[in-house]
């Protein structure tokens, strides 16, 4: 005697299939074949053409070496393989990197600007004109004075703009030592290569503006948030650089190596107020659509006209901005699958592979420029595990932008780098 039949493991539902199953097989036989036949040639075709109608896509590819233009009359668009991340020229949203281009559609962004070149006018007519360093930039580089889009309303940037001032005199004398070098930081949040050009040519870079060092904290929004492709990401640095060259043939200019960044950022859709706290790793709740598609807001009611775009800043992961798993980056992972042939579903884009490839064309292009220096700041954010890097969810979020940790352990590698290129100057 062996006692009644264990249960199936899912219970009665189970029991209920297989008999059913059963009975059907023995007294239709086509009928369950037919089943079965259908049941395998279905997701095989969906398997098959998964794997043959998938395009692959390659990252990490730059075939023009840019590294030995001495002008801007050296660079040319003709000279771009592709255009977007993704390796076609139709993906991706990307600007002429090598023509200056406002946001003048985005108010915040022209009040941000005009800040800016009204803080330089301030310094010149302070005689003031000659700080150690001059920060340019996007969100990084506002940021890391306490500001977005111009202002300093947020209370949670007031421990930023601390940071700045322990590691750098902000020239209103808030410094906390007195061998604290003079610094001012001209960033825009979401800004481009273009953009930030646009602004050099339009106040940012007057004739009486000499700062020691021209610090340029580039690329990331290019790469993450318009998906251009990492030829256009170094044309489009490269040509800041020279315009700097050509205006002020004295300065020293140090090119920051593009940050780890293992998750694309938003696109133009995002709102300044969204954008700011996206920028501090969180992941706030999404503004509903009301009547007539407008959004819903809980703060005070205001018309969407005036709501300005923050234009890609910075999808967060959980409340602290940290992921519960390890996020490794692969740098020679060269070419991926777009869609997973089983999920369907966008494989994630390998950020790092062009990151590393961008980084490297811009070492290249330092080591062959007289006082032009690359600045890598890798192992700031990244723990380096044989061939992967594992990104260092305390120092930085998975979008590229520093935490506040971040900021403080790199301003004070810039700060002693800075120090070293002052001195060399002065031997």
Not at 47 to 62: D, R
Not at 77 to 96: A, M, T, V
Not at 317 to 344: C, F, S, W
Not at 397 to 408: L, Q, S, V
Request: hydrophobic residues 35%; charged residues 25%; aromatic residues 10%.
């Amino acid at each position: 005697f062996h006692g009644p039949s264990p249960a199936p493991p899912c219970g009665a539902f189970c029991a209920f299939l297989f008999a059913y199953m059963t009975y059907t097989c023995e007294y239709a036989p086509r009928l369950c074949w037919t089943v079965a036949v259908v049941a395998l040639i279905i997701p095989s075709y969906l398997l098959i053409v998964g794997v043959l109608a998938n395009p692959t896509e390659h990252f990490g590819v730059i075939r023009h070496d840019f590294t030995t233009m001495q002008s801007q009359y050296d660079f040319s668009i003709k000279d771009i393989d592709h255009w977007c991340l993704k390796g076609d020229n139709d993906s991706c949203q990307c600007e002429d990197p090598l023509q200056p281009t406002p946001r003048s559609e985005i108010r915040a962004w022209t009040k941000a600007h005009w800040g800016n070149v009204q803080q330089i006018n301030n310094l010149v007519e302070e005689d003031l004109p000659d700080p150690d360093i001059a920060f340019f930039g996007g969100s990084v580089v506002e940021k890391m004075d306490g500001k977005w889009f111009g202002t300093k309303e947020d209370p949670r940037l007031k421990g930023l703009t601390k940071t700045f001032n322990k590691h750098f005199t902000n020239l209103d004398g808030d410094a906390t030592d007195d061998d604290s070098l003079t610094a001012v930081a001209l960033g825009v949040a979401g800004d481009t290569n273009p953009s930030v050009l646009w602004r050099l040519l339009h106040g940012e870079m007057p004739d009486e503006f000499n700062p020691k060092i021209w610090w340029l904290e580039l690329g990331l929004n290019d790469l993450g948030r318009t998906q251009c492709s990492e030829e256009v990401v170094v044309l489009g640095i490269l040509r800041v650089v020279e315009e700097i060259m050509n205006k002020k043939p004295d300065a020293k200019i140090v090119i920051n190596a593009l940050f780890p960044m293992a998750q694309l950022r938003n696109g133009s859709s995002q709102t300044k107020d969204l954008g700011l706290e996206e920028s501090f790793g969180k992941k706030p709740k999404r503004p509903k659509k009301g009547g007539r598609g407008r959004a819903k807001f809980d703060g005070p009611k205001r018309s969407l006209e005036n709501i300005p775009r923050a234009d890609g800043d910075f999808i967060g992961t959980d409340e602290r901005g940290l992921r519960d798993r390890p996020i490794k980056m692969n740098p020679e992972k060269k070419a991926q699958h777009k869609y997973n042939p089983v999920t369907h579903r966008e494989n994630k884009v390998p950020l790092w592979s062009s990151i590393t490839a961008v980084n490297k064309e811009l070492r290249k292009f330092c080591n062959k420029h007289e006082n032009v220096y690359f600045f890598d700041s890798t192992n700031v954010f990244t723990e380096r595990d044989g061939k992967y890097y594992t990104l260092r969810q305390d120092m930085i979020f998975a979008t590229g932008i520093p935490t506040e940790k971040g900021f403080d352990v790199w301003e004070g590698r810039v700060a002693g780098r800075a120090r070293e290129i002052l001195a060399e100057g002065n031997r």
